[in-house]
C-alpha cells in the first residue's frame, strides 16, 4: 500500500489494541501524519451519529486528506456473544420488545429494523463497513478531495489488504 507519506490519514478502526499497532507497522504512514479513531465497530449507523460527527471532525481540525475504515474477521464472534448475554437478561425481554416496535414503527428516529441489527450493525461486518465507507464518501459536509478506503485484517495470518 503506498501512501504520500505527508498528507494525514485516518484510520477508523476497532478497539483491539494490536490493530493499531498493526496499522503502524504495515502502512506506509509515518505516525505523526496518523490519526487513529477507536469504536467499538467501525461503522457509521446514520449519517449524522456521533462517529460520523467525530469524522467530520477530525477532516477539519486535522486537516485528514484520507480516511481509511479497518474491519477485521473477528468481528462476527464478538458481537454474538454481546447479543447472547443481552437476549439472555430475562430483564431486557419487555425492553426489547417495546424498542423493536418503536424501531419498526417510528422511522427515520431510528435507523435499523430491530434491537439486534442495531447493535450487530449489519449482518457482516464487510457489509456494515461498505455501508460506512459509502456513508462518508457521499456525506453532504466532507469535502469531495477527501479520500475513503477500507482495509481488511485477517488476524489469523496478519495479513493486511485493501477494498477496492
Not at 27 to 42: A, C, F, G, R, W
Not at 62 to 67: A, G, K, L, M, Q
Not at 101 to 127: H, I
Amino acid at each position: 500500500m503506498s501512501r504520500d507519506e505527508k498528507k494525514k490519514v485516518l484510520f477508523v478502526i476497532g478497539m483491539e489494541q494490536r490493530l493499531e499497532r498493526f496499522i503502524k507497522e504495515e502502512t506506509n504512514v509515518k505516525p505523526e501524519n496518523m490519526i487513529i479513531l477507536q469504536t467499538y465497530q467501525p461503522v457509521v449507523s446514520h449519517p449524522y451519529d456521533d462517529l460520523m460527527r467525530d469524522i467530520i471532525i477530525a477532516v477539519y481540525q486535522d486537516n485528514v486528506e484520507e480516511i481509511v475504515v479497518v474491519s477485521t474477521n473477528d468481528y462476527q464472534k464478538n458481537t454474538g456473544n454481546i447479543l447472547n448475554k443481552i437476549y439472555k437478561n430475562q430483564e431486557l425481554q419487555d425492553k426489547i420488545q417495546t424498542l423493536d416496535y418503536l424501531f419498526k414503527n417510528c422511522m427515520p428516529e431510528f435507523p435499523e429494523g430491530t434491537v439486534s441489527v442495531w447493535l450487530q450493525g449489519g449482518k457482516t461486518l464487510t457489509d456494515s463497513v461498505q455501508k460506512t465507507v459509502n456513508i462518508i464518501r457521499n456525506h453532504p459536509l466532507l469535502p469531495s478531495h477527501i479520500k475513503v478506503k477500507e482495509l481488511y485484517i485477517d488476524q489469523g495470518n496478519e495479513k493486511l489488504s485493501e477494498i477496492v
